[in-house]
């Protein structure tokens, strides 16, 4: 069997699953790349073609290794010696082609201009990624998840899913969170007062099927978190408070201020066009 990626003990595994250590935990690269991890991650999953690149380029990694006896332990055979080593180039792999997906995303992340690399990725970036990689119209859409119609924006996401299509989310909040965290037993006024939530972090809504899981019922999805690897279904009509960390399927972050998925119409006030 070949390199393929699947859900494995609630996270997000990718190697070839013959012996213990020759797979990993796909995580982002680093603090800048959840958006590419997740793009990454959909790619391993839905497209065959990518994983068997991914496979040739670590075999190529693995042969120049041995060649110049950066990795000699390799030529010994089985045994957790050369599995270990297996492990550690696949991971690096997996981290380069997320350095050079977010490069090639951000060389047009304005979709007329450029966008710096320490900023992360764009949404726009990601949509014209998923919408490569899946032949479906993947747009932006600013999301209110504290309006009455947001449990139709969620059930939208999840009709995504039971048809196979993963959906990012864009996850954020105030960006004085640790603090107010620290003094939430203090009175904070009125919830109209709190200031905007900023865009911070990307997670990926997986088909159920895709993964081999069952649907986890009414407003929950499995979601992919690029900063541990992990996929654990959430619920997203939950209440959240903007003053405190958000669950960790949402990266730590209360807000969800946009989704990025195949095009449909947006449920009354639910949607709007501004930053939220």
């Given at each position: 069997m070949g390199l393929r990626a699947t859900v494995v003990n609630y996270r997000l595994r990718v190697g070839r699953f013959r012996r213990g250590g020759d797979a990993v935990t796909l995580t982002q690269a680093d603090t800048t790349t959840c958006g590419a991890a997740?793009?990454?991650a959909a790619r391993l999953l839905l497209d065959p073609a990518e994983a068997a690149d991914l496979a040739a380029d670590l075999?190529?990694?693995?042969?120049?290794n041995?060649?110049?006896?950066?990795?000699?332990d390799l030529a010994a055979g089985p045994g957790p010696g050369p599995q270990k080593a297996r492990g550690a180039q696949l991971m690096e792999a997996l981290r380069r082609r997320q350095k050079r997906l977010q490069s090639m995303m951000n060389r047009r992340g304005l979709r007329i201009a450029p966008w710096p690399g320490a900023?992360?990725?764009t949404?726009?970036?990601l949509a014209a990624?998923?919408?490569?990689?899946?032949g479906a119209a993947y747009r932006v859409r600013w999301v209110a998840d504290r309006r009455r119609g947001w449990g139709g924006v969620v059930e939208q996401m999840r009709d995504h899913a039971a048809t196979g299509a993963p959906v990012l989310l864009l996850t954020g909040g105030d960006p004085g969170l640790g603090l107010r965290a620290r003094r939430a037993d203090q009175p904070t006024g009125p919830a109209l007062l709190l200031p905007p939530a900023i865009p911070r972090h990307y997670v990926l809504a997986l088909p159920w099927r895709l993964i081999g899981q069952e649907d986890p019922g009414p407003a929950r999805l499995?979601?992919?978190?690029?900063g541990t690897g992990a996929v654990?279904?959430?619920d997203l009509a939950a209440a959240r408070d903007p003053r405190r960390p958000g669950p960790r399927e949402l990266g730590g972050w209360p807000r969800i201020l946009a989704t990025i998925a195949p095009a449909a119409p947006a449920p009354p006030g639910a949607a709007q066009e501004g930053l939220p």
């Open positions: 997740c793009v990454l075999e190529t990694t693995l042969d120049a041995l060649a110049t006896g950066l990795e000699a900023l992360g990725s949404p726009w970036a990624q998923m919408s490569a990689l899946t499995h979601l992919y978190e690029p654990r279904a959430v």
